[in-house]
């Protein structure tokens, strides 16, 4: 039988070295490759031990929301509301904490839990109201954004204990705490996507929603997930960031959706649904960090380094359709 | 094509077909918010009367006019199934060079003219984005937006302009007692409401938005329809931002926070359907003035303004999900018939 | 006096299929011209290459005796040829008037739209197809379907459509509406319109048209003065072609009842639908497109979940909501459209065949590569599924090497209720046979089968028992001797079938929504 042999011939060593190149994570590595070698020969403070870790410490929140980002995108959604609730769940770490005196431990458990249900609601109405999901972030953005100003009063809260700064400002054998947080996440979300019937379901979904239905596959219960841990993710983000900036504000985590949709979409991951890797997304988070890096070590200013993510936003998809268009005629 | 058999309706039925058009005029969203407006104003008004002072009532519809003029765009773009979420920080980009134009000695028509043109410019490329390359709206003004917002940083540090020249504070100027932005606010509505209703152009937007395939079968092209809208919204962002930055004293060179939910909230609540197709710039015009009402309220009766965005937020909800019920008992009451 | 409309030697090929081959057809001016067919018989491509959405392969077109060629169906429109597509054409949130004049707007002296005029011509157009009762204000999206069809109807007289046509217009609408479409068709035609009807229905036929033309299978049969012929007549054109031997149906033991559905509801396709599969059995499920055959499979497996009735497998009352309960169960369904619901196209040969029982598939919480690319493998073997390694994207097969796919998926839940939905539409001779093999092999092995099908031969040569629905009831069963493809049409179209319940049309109440619940 033609097939058997077929298979028999595994593709050459070049074949295979080609494929890489044409994925996206073989051009993101090439990307990298060359920005680090450019950074390090114009920049002496670069490649440091400090600034590479401090670096590792500044992408970790958008890293961890990152994570289930790329299965919504996957999926052919999008979370615009990540931001707010980080921003949400953070005030009412430090209200519940400052002003209804709960034990900081509890406000953090109840932080966590508050970004989760944030999320719930989310997949709630995306799934069961039929919403289109940019409208209900979108309305969510607002919502959640203007509950931690509402709560909040726009009074920052301050004056954490010690031991709270350990998991955004401390270290843990060696590397920045939260980085352990983000590389198991990313170990978990990575082997879920890429090894369990629930992420080859997500596939399923992005690229064919009745096909995954008609399967069987329970497509409810899965966008439901993907969108409680959404929230769950930036919940704990909240607490990280919380504890690394050391006050909560209400304004905290405004934007953040731009910074981790960037991450996702310059992964690989096609921001119509249906491919992507958590691997991208880890490569697309560093590179992007890297960019602003090298913004702010050549003298730009910290928030201006922003425009370097719209750029590589826009260019990153326009990457992408050419790679699927050649993928295609390939 | 001439009828060839003219028959003149029954004057009863003319009749049934105006009581019916009356009823759904009452029906309608604009109607609805209308209503809205003047009861929430009444209440506010019982609590506290000097809710109701003409100072006061001058300043709310004054505040909605760049709020209204925005979502006049926004609401164009929203009816072709996209969306603009760049426009807080093109508001901040144009507001800026206005100003600088303004400071630097070029004569005011300039500083108010430059805004328009450039927010013109800088749509067209979002709609040449959208159109032509088929890249999702949402993601091109993500990025766009964090562009604008990186690139203002970038060239002025955040600075503030002040010694701006008198002449320069168009929203101050108030003929016959009435603020300048109210004029704006009322023209532009009324021209683009004309516009929509009665150009071909304007009702070719609706026809993309409905139903992309049939509108195709007609003859329209939607790459140009599309680019027509997002042109337009750059037009309007434009005037928006003069009428937004001409307000105050000095300019700080930053992107108003929170401005494009507003906007989105005016038009999403004005009755613009999310799923493309229908809405009218009355309904963003209604949706301003209810916004600010809301905001100038919360003052009134001694709420504090924070809660702003969050009652925004649930203003879409609500608009959404009884957008999606209508359509929903809609589509059941045509299947009992 | 000459047709206004000619069509010779028309070919048409699609990649695995020639969807017709030197048809001939021809209008007059002023006549209601039916196009009869068997699903599949060409009459879709026939009038997508009258309406300029496909272009012949071979054959001319001549408009006035001039010939014509449409790029596409704006020419058409142009030229007269003017298609009622149901719903697809119009606006929902624009009002009557507006979609009447989408493109040829009225305008004034300005260039501005003339509302007034728009809506008065559109209330002249309307009431010269004797419409009083319609607002022309009142947005589409708010009307009943027959108002939206006339709607449609109206749109093609603006733009002087000469050549009108119909496309099963009556398939969704109700028994007052039909009425008067027929009462709007036979004013047309005394203007001198010409129109083409497609129908499945004979009755609607007969009481309306002047000439019919049938096709089989792509060719062209023949074409009758309706006045000339009768229902036996044309359904006899229509099937007549001769059982081959394609089908293998191998002699099975039947067993014991599997699968059974007692009075089924869920409107508007399932209606009161009473049915017995046993092991070991194959059951032909005929119908017309819109007669409720999908619609009551993927009831039974729990896409669209039953409102009413039962369900019981082994005797058992059973709960199907989704189909995951389905499966569980050991119900299977291979859909009728491969490309939407039974592959995810994008993905692997292996990915696909694994995707229904991915969850039995694991060791621990992963899915198990070894076991997984092993039973790929098993499958192609099994099916002789032509591709070249289980890594291939399944776009990149043959339609019947992804149905095989499609067929693969479902046999490794090893179910013990196999529905299949058009199991063999759009694949070519050799891989049809394979899958009747299979069905065959699978029945013998003790499988209950129901083969959903529209294909005549198919469906008398599998089939241990064939059953008949027409409008969301079953209102015909056939053991595999009495049946016959006279007897089978026959129920199928007419009201006026012998041996089975006559139902009374029922009016379709909901639009069918795809899967949503």
Same mark, same amino acid.
């Given at each position: 039988m033609g097939m058997r042999e077929a298979e028999q011939e595994r593709p050459t060593l070049a074949l295979q070295l080609r494929d890489f190149a044409l994925r996206q994570e073989g051009v993101l590595v090439a990307i990298m490759i060359v920005s680090v070698i450019v950074l390090s020969i114009? %920049?002496?403070?670069?490649? @440091? @031990?400090?600034?590479?870790? /401090?670096?590792?410490?500044?992408?970790?929140?958008?890293?961890?929301?990152?994570?289930?980002?790329?299965?919504?995108?996957?999926?052919?959604?999008? #979370?615009?509301?990540?931001?707010?609730?980080?921003?949400?769940?953070?005030?009412?770490?430090?209200?519940?904490?400052?002003?209804?005196g709960w034990p900081l431990e509890v406000a953090v458990v109840a932080c966590i839990a508050i970004g989760t249900l944030s999320g719930l609601l989310n997949g709630l109405f995306i799934v069961y109201v039929k919403v289109p999901p940019i409208i209900m972030t979108l309305a969510t953005l607002a919502l959640y954004r203007g509950l931690a100003y509402g709560i909040s009063q726009a009074r920052s809260a301050r004056g954490y204990p010690d031991w709270f700064f350990r998991f955004g400002a401390g270290d843990f054998l060696g590397l920045p705490t939260q980085i352990w947080f983000l590389i198991v996440g990313a170990i978990?979300?990575?082997?879920?996507?890429?090894?369990?019937?629930?992420?080859?379901?997500?596939?399923?979904?992005?690229?064919?929603?009745?096909?995954?239905?008609?399967?069987?596959?329970?497509?409810?219960?899965?966008?439901?997930?993907?969108?409680?841990?959404?929230?769950?993710?930036?919940?704990?983000?909240?607490?990280?960031?919380?504890?690394?900036?050391?006050?909560?504000?209400?304004?905290?985590? @405004?934007?953040?959706?731009?910074?981790?949709?960037?991450?996702?979409?310059?992964?690989?991951?096609?921001?119509?649904?249906? &491919?992507?890797?958590?691997?991208?997304?880890?490569?697309?988070?560093?590179?992007?960090?890297?960019?602003?890096?090298?913004?702010?070590?050549?003298?730009?200013?910290?928030?201006?380094?922003?425009?370097?993510?719209?750029?590589?936003?826009?260019?990153?998809?326009?990457?992408?359709?050419?790679?699927?268009?050649?993928?295609?005629?390939? | 094509m001439t009828a060839t058999t003219k028959r003149i309706e029954s004057p009863a039925a003319g009749l049934t077909e105006r009581v019916r058009s009356s009823l759904s005029v009452i029906g309608s969203q604009e109607f609805i918010l209308a209503a809205l407006i003047v009861v929430l104003s009444l209440l506010i008004y019982s609590y506290n009367p000097r809710f109701g002072a003409e100072r006061n009532l001058l300043n709310i519809l004054?505040? %909605?006019?760049?709020?209204?003029?925005?979502?006049?765009?926004?609401?164009?773009?929203?009816?072709?199934?996209?969306?603009? *979420?760049?426009?807080?920080?093109?508001?901040?980009?144009?507001?800026?060079?206005?100003?600088?134009?303004?400071?630097?000695?070029?004569?005011?028509?300039?500083?108010?003219?430059?805004?328009?043109?450039?927010? *013109?410019?800088?749509?067209?490329?979002?709609?040449?984005?959208?159109?032509?390359?088929?890249?999702? !709206?949402?993601?091109?003004?993500?990025?766009?937006?964090?562009?604008?917002?990186?690139?203002?940083?970038?060239?002025?540090?955040?600075?503030?302009?002040?010694?701006?020249?008198?002449?320069?504070?168009?929203?101050?100027?108030?003929?016959?007692?009435?603020?300048?932005p109210i004029y704006f606010m009322v023209a532009l509505v009324i021209l683009a409401a004309l516009w929509m209703r009665y150009s071909p152009a304007g009702r070719a937007i609706y026809a993309i938005g409905g139903n992309k395939e049939a509108a195709r079968l007609s003859g329209l092209s939607e790459q140009r329809v599309l680019m027509m809208v997002f042109l337009i919204n750059g037009l309007m962002v434009g005037v928006a931002s003069v009428l937004y930055t001409t307000q105050f004293t000095t300019i700080q060179s930053s992107v108003p926070s929170g401005l494009e939910l507003t906007v989105i909230t005016a038009a999403v609540v004005g009755g613009v359907s999310i799923l493309g197709g229908s809405g009218t710039v009355i309904g963003a015009l209604m949706g301003a003035i209810l916004i600010r009402t809301i905001n100038s309220g919360m003052i009134f009766v001694n709420v504090s303004a924070y809660w702003l965005q969050a009652v925004q937020g649930i203003m879409i909800l609500l608009t959404v999900l009884v957008d999606i019920v209508r359509r929903r008992r809609q589509m059941a009451a045509i299947g009992r018939q | 006096m000459p047709p206004i409309l000619e069509l010779e030697?028309?070919?048409?090929?699609?990649?695995?299929?020639?969807?017709?081959?030197?048809?001939?057809?021809?209008?007059?001016?002023?006549?209601?011209? !039916?196009?009869?067919?068997?699903?599949?018989?060409?009459?879709?491509?026939? *009038?997508?290459? *009258?309406?300029?959405?496909?272009?012949?392969?071979?054959?001319?077109?001549?408009? /006035? +005796?001039?010939?014509?060629?449409?790029?596409?169906?704006?020419?058409?429109?142009?030229?007269?040829?003017? &298609?009622?597509?149901?719903?697809? +054409?119009?606006?929902?949130?624009?009002?009557?008037?507006?979609?009447?004049?989408?493109?040829?707007?009225?305008?004034? %002296?300005?260039?501005?739209?003339?509302?007034?005029?728009?809506?008065?011509?559109?209330?002249?157009?309307?009431a010269s197809l004797e419409i009083f009762n319609l607002d022309v204000s009142r947005k589409v999206g708010t009307l009943t379907v027959g108002n939206r069809q006339r709607v449609e109807i109206a749109k093609a007289l603006s733009q002087n459509a000469r050549i009108l046509i119909m496309d099963e217009p009556t398939a969704a609408l109700t028994e007052a509406d039909v009425e008067q479409l027929f009462k709007i068709v036979r004013l047309l035609q005394e203007r001198g319109v010409s129109i083409i009807y497609i129908s499945h229905r004979m009755q609607e036929i007969f009481t309306l048209a002047d000439r019919v033309?049938?096709?089989?299978?792509?060719?062209?049969?023949?074409?009758?003065?309706? =006045?000339?012929?009768?229902?036996?007549?044309?359904?006899?054109?229509?099937?007549?072609?001769?059982? #081959? /031997?394609?089908?293998?149906?191998?002699?099975?033991?039947?067993?014991?009842?599997?699968?059974?559905?007692?009075?089924?509801?869920?409107?508007?396709?399932?209606?009161?639908?009473?049915?017995?599969?046993?092991?070991?059995?194959?059951?032909?499920?005929?119908?017309?497109? +819109?007669?409720?055959?999908?619609?009551?499979?993927?009831?039974?497996?729990?896409?669209?979940?039953?409102?009413?009735?039962?369900?019981?497998?082994?005797?058992?009352?059973?709960?199907?909501?989704?189909?995951?309960?389905?499966?569980?169960l050991g119900i299977a369904y291979v859909p009728e459209d491969r490309g939407t619901q039974g592959l995810i196209k994008q993905m692997t040969v292996r990915d696909n065949i694994s995707l229904a029982i991915l969850r039995s598939l694991t060791q621990g919480p992963f899915i198990n590569r070894t076991e997984e690319r092993s039973l790929a493998r098993r499958m192609i073997d099994q099916l002789n599924i032509r591709a070249y390694s289980p890594s291939q994207v399944v776009e990149k097969l043959s339609g019947g090497n992804q149905q095989k796919v499609v067929v693969s998926k479902w046999l490794a839940s090893k179910p013990r209720v196999l529905i299949m939905d058009e199991p063999t539409r759009g694949i070519d001779v050799g891989a049809k046979a394979e899958i009747h093999r299979l069905m065959s092999e699978l029945a013998q092995q003790g499988m209950a089968v129901l083969m959903i099908s529209s294909e005549m031969p198919e469906i008398l040569g599998? =089939?241990?028992?064939?059953?008949?629905?027409?409008? +969301?009831?079953?209102?015909?069963?056939?053991?595999?001797?009495?049946?016959?493809?006279?007897?089978?049409?026959?129920?199928?179209? %007419?009201?006026?079938?012998?041996?089975a319940t006559i139902v009374p049309p029922i009016p379709a109440i909901e639009q069918q929504e795809g899967i949503t619940k």
């Amino acid at each position: 039988m033609g097939m058997r042999e077929a298979e028999q011939e595994r593709p050459t060593l070049a074949l295979q070295l080609r494929d890489f190149a044409l994925r996206q994570e073989g051009v993101l590595v090439a990307i990298m490759i060359v920005s680090v070698i450019v950074l390090s020969i114009t %920049s002496n403070n670069f490649l @440091t @031990t400090d600034n590479l870790l /401090n670096q590792a410490r500044l992408l970790t929140e958008v890293g961890l929301i990152a994570l289930p980002m790329t299965y919504i995108i996957i999926t052919g959604g999008i #979370d615009l509301s990540v931001g707010s609730i980080l921003g949400f769940s953070a005030v009412m770490l430090g209200w519940l904490w400052q002003e209804q005196g709960w034990p900081l431990e509890v406000a953090v458990v109840a932080c966590i839990a508050i970004g989760t249900l944030s999320g719930l609601l989310n997949g709630l109405f995306i799934v069961y109201v039929k919403v289109p999901p940019i409208i209900m972030t979108l309305a969510t953005l607002a919502l959640y954004r203007g509950l931690a100003y509402g709560i909040s009063q726009a009074r920052s809260a301050r004056g954490y204990p010690d031991w709270f700064f350990r998991f955004g400002a401390g270290d843990f054998l060696g590397l920045p705490t939260q980085i352990w947080f983000l590389i198991v996440g990313a170990i978990f979300s990575g082997i879920l996507l890429a090894r369990t019937p629930f992420g080859r379901g997500l596939y399923a979904i992005g690229n064919n929603v009745t096909g995954a239905r008609f399967a069987g596959i329970p497509v409810d219960r899965y966008l439901l997930f993907i969108y409680t841990f959404a929230g769950f993710m930036s919940g704990l983000a909240a607490f990280i960031f919380t504890s690394r900036v050391s006050t909560t504000r209400a304004d905290s985590g @405004t934007g953040l959706e731009l910074d981790v949709i960037a991450a996702v979409v310059l992964g690989g991951t096609s921001i119509m649904g249906g &491919t992507g890797t958590i691997t991208g997304t880890m490569l697309g988070l560093v590179l992007i960090q890297l960019l602003k890096n090298g913004l702010s070590l050549s003298g730009v200013k910290g928030d201006a380094t922003i425009v370097v993510i719209g750029v590589v936003l826009i260019f990153a998809i326009l990457a992408n359709n050419f790679i699927q268009k050649r993928l295609q005629r390939a | 094509m001439t009828a060839t058999t003219k028959r003149i309706e029954s004057p009863a039925a003319g009749l049934t077909e105006r009581v019916r058009s009356s009823l759904s005029v009452i029906g309608s969203q604009e109607f609805i918010l209308a209503a809205l407006i003047v009861v929430l104003s009444l209440l506010i008004y019982s609590y506290n009367p000097r809710f109701g002072a003409e100072r006061n009532l001058l300043n709310i519809l004054s505040n %909605s006019a760049y709020i209204a003029v925005a979502a006049i765009g926004m609401t164009l773009v929203i009816i072709t199934g996209n969306i603009d *979420i760049s426009i807080a920080a093109l508001i901040g980009v144009l507001g800026t060079i206005s100003g600088q134009l303004a400071v630097h000695g070029y004569p005011v028509w300039i500083a108010w003219l430059a805004p328009v043109v450039v927010g *013109i410019l800088i749509e067209g490329v979002i709609g040449y984005f959208v159109a032509f390359l088929r890249i999702p !709206a949402i993601v091109v003004t993500l990025g766009m937006a964090s562009i604008l917002r990186g690139g203002l940083i970038l060239a002025t540090g955040g600075a503030w302009i002040y010694d701006l020249p008198q002449d320069f504070f168009l929203s101050q100027k108030q003929p016959l007692g009435i603020p300048m932005p109210i004029y704006f606010m009322v023209a532009l509505v009324i021209l683009a409401a004309l516009w929509m209703r009665y150009s071909p152009a304007g009702r070719a937007i609706y026809a993309i938005g409905g139903n992309k395939e049939a509108a195709r079968l007609s003859g329209l092209s939607e790459q140009r329809v599309l680019m027509m809208v997002f042109l337009i919204n750059g037009l309007m962002v434009g005037v928006a931002s003069v009428l937004y930055t001409t307000q105050f004293t000095t300019i700080q060179s930053s992107v108003p926070s929170g401005l494009e939910l507003t906007v989105i909230t005016a038009a999403v609540v004005g009755g613009v359907s999310i799923l493309g197709g229908s809405g009218t710039v009355i309904g963003a015009l209604m949706g301003a003035i209810l916004i600010r009402t809301i905001n100038s309220g919360m003052i009134f009766v001694n709420v504090s303004a924070y809660w702003l965005q969050a009652v925004q937020g649930i203003m879409i909800l609500l608009t959404v999900l009884v957008d999606i019920v209508r359509r929903r008992r809609q589509m059941a009451a045509i299947g009992r018939q | 006096m000459p047709p206004i409309l000619e069509l010779e030697h028309i070919s048409k090929r699609f990649p695995g299929v020639q969807a017709l081959s030197d048809v001939g057809f021809d209008v007059l001016q002023g006549e209601v011209h !039916a196009l009869v067919g068997e699903n599949g018989a060409g009459k879709s491509t026939l *009038i997508k290459v *009258i309406s300029g959405v496909h272009k012949p392969d071979t054959g001319e077109m001549r408009l /006035n +005796g001039e010939p014509v060629e449409f790029d596409n169906p704006r020419q058409a429109q142009h030229a007269g040829i003017a &298609t009622i597509y149901q719903e697809l +054409g119009l606006y929902p949130d624009l009002s009557v008037a507006e979609n009447i004049f989408m493109g040829h707007t009225p305008r004034n %002296s300005l260039g501005m739209v003339d509302w007034p005029r728009m809506r008065e011509q559109s209330r002249e157009i309307l009431a010269s197809l004797e419409i009083f009762n319609l607002d022309v204000s009142r947005k589409v999206g708010t009307l009943t379907v027959g108002n939206r069809q006339r709607v449609e109807i109206a749109k093609a007289l603006s733009q002087n459509a000469r050549i009108l046509i119909m496309d099963e217009p009556t398939a969704a609408l109700t028994e007052a509406d039909v009425e008067q479409l027929f009462k709007i068709v036979r004013l047309l035609q005394e203007r001198g319109v010409s129109i083409i009807y497609i129908s499945h229905r004979m009755q609607e036929i007969f009481t309306l048209a002047d000439r019919v033309t049938v096709l089989r299978d792509g060719h062209y049969i023949g074409t009758k003065q309706v =006045s000339d012929t009768n229902e036996s007549d044309l359904i006899n054109m229509m099937v007549g072609r001769t059982v #081959d /031997n394609l089908f293998p149906k191998l002699e099975t033991e039947i067993g014991e009842p599997v699968l059974e559905v007692r009075d089924l509801w869920r409107k508007p396709f399932t209606l009161g639908v009473d049915l017995t599969l046993r092991a070991g059995e194959i059951v032909g499920l005929a119908g017309l497109i +819109g007669s409720g055959r999908s619609e009551l499979a993927q009831v039974i497996f729990g896409i669209t979940p039953a409102k009413g009735g039962e369900i019981l497998v082994d005797g058992k009352k059973v709960t199907v909501r989704h189909p995951g309960d389905a499966m569980r169960l050991g119900i299977a369904y291979v859909p009728e459209d491969r490309g939407t619901q039974g592959l995810i196209k994008q993905m692997t040969v292996r990915d696909n065949i694994s995707l229904a029982i991915l969850r039995s598939l694991t060791q621990g919480p992963f899915i198990n590569r070894t076991e997984e690319r092993s039973l790929a493998r098993r499958m192609i073997d099994q099916l002789n599924i032509r591709a070249y390694s289980p890594s291939q994207v399944v776009e990149k097969l043959s339609g019947g090497n992804q149905q095989k796919v499609v067929v693969s998926k479902w046999l490794a839940s090893k179910p013990r209720v196999l529905i299949m939905d058009e199991p063999t539409r759009g694949i070519d001779v050799g891989a049809k046979a394979e899958i009747h093999r299979l069905m065959s092999e699978l029945a013998q092995q003790g499988m209950a089968v129901l083969m959903i099908s529209s294909e005549m031969p198919e469906i008398l040569g599998m =089939s241990d028992r064939i059953i008949v629905m027409r409008e +969301g009831h079953v209102v015909a069963e056939f053991s595999r001797e009495e049946a016959t493809q006279e007897r089978v049409a026959t129920a199928m179209m %007419s009201a006026t079938n012998g041996g089975a319940t006559i139902v009374p049309p029922i009016p379709a109440i909901e639009q069918q929504e795809g899967i949503t619940k």
